[in-house]
C-alpha cells in the first residue's frame, strides 16, 4: 500500500508569520517551490501558495510590500501522517478542494503532497504496469510460438 512518506516532497520551506508577501515570493523563487508553510512559535500553522500571492495580492493590486503572509495564508492546515494511505490523502484533496497536504509527524513538517506529486507517482504506476503488460504479452506470444511448433 503506498503512503503518504512514499509519494511525498520532502523539500519544505517554512516561514514565521511575520515576513511580507515579496519575503514569501522571493523565498520561493530562490528555493523554486510553489508553497511554504507558516509556523507561529515553530509550529505550523498555515501554508501560501504562488496562488494566494496571484489572486490575494497582484489580482487585486495590492502593494505585496505592505502584505503580511498571515493576510494571504490559507488556514487551517490540511495534514496527513506519514502512514497515510495514498487513496485517503487524494480523497482529502478532492473533499476540501486543495491542491497541497502537509505531512506532519505530530508537530513537525516532513514533506508535502501536491497534485504534481501525485502525477508523478500515477505516471510511475503506468509505466511499471506497461512495463509489467509487456512482459507478460511476450511471454504469451513466446508460449503461443512454443506449442505451434
Not at 34 to 60: C, H
Not at 96 to 106: A, E, F, M, Y
Amino acid at each position: 500500500m503506498t503512503t503518504a512518506r512514499d509519494i511525498m516532497s520532502k523539500k519544505v520551506i517554512t516561514v514565521e508569520s511575520s515576513l511580507s508577501a515579496v519575503d514569501i515570493a522571493k523565498l520561493m523563487d530562490k528555493n523554486k517551490v510553489s508553497s511554504v508553510i507558516v509556523t507561529k512559535n515553530e509550529k505550523p500553522y498555515g501554508i501560501v501558495s504562488e496562488r494566494d500571492i496571484l489572486s490575494k495580492i497582484s489580482a487585486q493590486n495590492k502593494k505585496p510590500s505592505e502584505i503580511k503572509i498571515t493576510e494571504i495564508m490559507s488556514s487551517p492546515l490540511v495534514v496527513v501522517s506519514p502512514l497515510t494511505p495514498a487513496d485517503e490523502v487524494a480523497e482529502k484533496m478532492i473533499l476540501n478542494k486543495i491542491r497541497r497536504v502537509v505531512v506532519l509527524d505530530g508537530e513537525q513538517s516532513l514533506g508535502i503532497i501536491t497534485v504534481t506529486d501525485f502525477v508523478k507517482h500515477l505516471h510511475s504506476m503506468l509505466r511499471s504496469s506497461e512495463d509489467y503488460n509487456k512482459e507478460l504479452y511476450q511471454n504469451l506470444i513466446e508460449d503461443w510460438e512454443y506449442w505451434i511448433s
